[in-house]
């Protein structure tokens, strides 16, 4: 087959277009649609879904199998945690290529996840070029979809990053009454608080909230040499500080020495007897460790307390 492509002139129309071209104007070059594939896989370019390919160099994200999604099939909307990651809404899971529309739009293929709903009007947006679900309408579908803990992370970052208020939330929920799971959505969202801030930290808070372990959050006290200090979580009765470190808490040696000062200030702070440190990892893969800790220090503060008394 010597089928060639004009490179040049399809690179320029990708580069308008966001990075990629579709099938049809690979053809009007006068490729015949049988060879397409083997033409742009020879020319270097990427099949990013049914149809549509990334130009060569071209670095294949979400966001641009969302805009070739679109561009083929221009009825969906992204959905889900495709507009979460579009919103900067975290998550603990992988976001996916979530799209929604009417039934009858139903797209499969290239890893596509297909809701059959159709948000309105009003509940429809564009961020970065794509049509995307309101930062509203979103976290509605992430808080009546994902479990409770997942749902709770997501509208954590949401109140957190003021990407919306509880009231539009709680009200967008409400109205749409007639979609699955409203009464659980308006649980988790009521576990929710814009003081966390990181997914770590709502994740520890949720693990300590299900054991029955309930500390102040985002707590500033007053550190040895006269300044203040924020607390992740201050269980303030015991004395007890709990702090949750970053995935990579250290990061440089002027961080390590910087962590390593504040946290002797907290140490050396007359409100707090103790400090205990927690790593992500601790938090999602160790979390019986952590609430098993955490207890035993309490238990041990509460001890010497009494001792004290006597």
């Excluded at 049809?24 to 390919?53: D, M």
Aim: a positive charge; proline letters at 3%.
């Amino acid at each position: 087959m010597g089928e060639r492509i004009d490179d040049g002139a399809l690179r320029e129309l990708a580069e308008k277009q966001g990075g990629f071209v579709l099938c049809p104007q690979v053809v009007a070059q006068g490729v015949k649609l049988g060879n397409v594939a083997v033409v742009l896989r020879r020319a270097g370019w990427t099949l990013l879904h049914r149809g549509a390919w990334a130009m060569p160099g071209k670095e294949v994200d979400l966001r641009l199998r969302l805009l070739a999604v679109q561009a083929r099939h221009p009825e969906v909307v992204a959905s889900h945690s495709a507009a979460a990651q579009g919103h900067g809404i975290e998550l603990i899971r992988p976001y996916k290529l979530e799209v929604a529309a009417r039934a009858k739009y139903r797209v499969t293929g290239g890893g596509v996840v297909f809701h059959t709903m159709e948000p309105a009007p009003e509940e429809v947006t564009v961020v970065a070029g794509v049509r995307v679900t309101t930062v509203v309408r979103t976290i509605g579908d992430l808080l009546r979809t994902l479990p409770l803990h997942e749902a709770v992370i997501a509208a954590d970052s949401v109140l957190g990053k003021d990407l919306a208020r509880r009231t539009e939330i709680k009200e967008g929920l409400k109205a749409g009454r007639g979609r699955s799971n409203t009464g659980g959505a308006l649980f988790a969202l009521g576990l929710a608080t814009h003081l966390s801030e990181s997914v770590a930290e709502s994740k520890a808070r949720l693990e300590m909230r299900d054991a029955g372990l309930f500390p102040e959050l985002q707590v500033a006290v007053v550190t040895s040499n006269g300044g203040t200090r924020r607390l992740d979580f201050f269980f303030r009765e015991e004395g007890l500080a709990v702090e949750i470190e970053g995935f990579t808490w250290h990061g440089s040696r002027r961080a390590h020495q910087a962590d390593t000062a504040r946290f002797n200030e907290l140490s050396g702070c007359a409100e707090v007897r103790q400090v205990l440190r927690f790593t992500r990892d601790d938090v999602f893969y160790r979390p019986r460790l952590m609430i098993r800790t955490i207890r035993q220090a309490l238990d041990g503060l509460r001890g010497q307390r009494g001792r004290s008394l006597l």
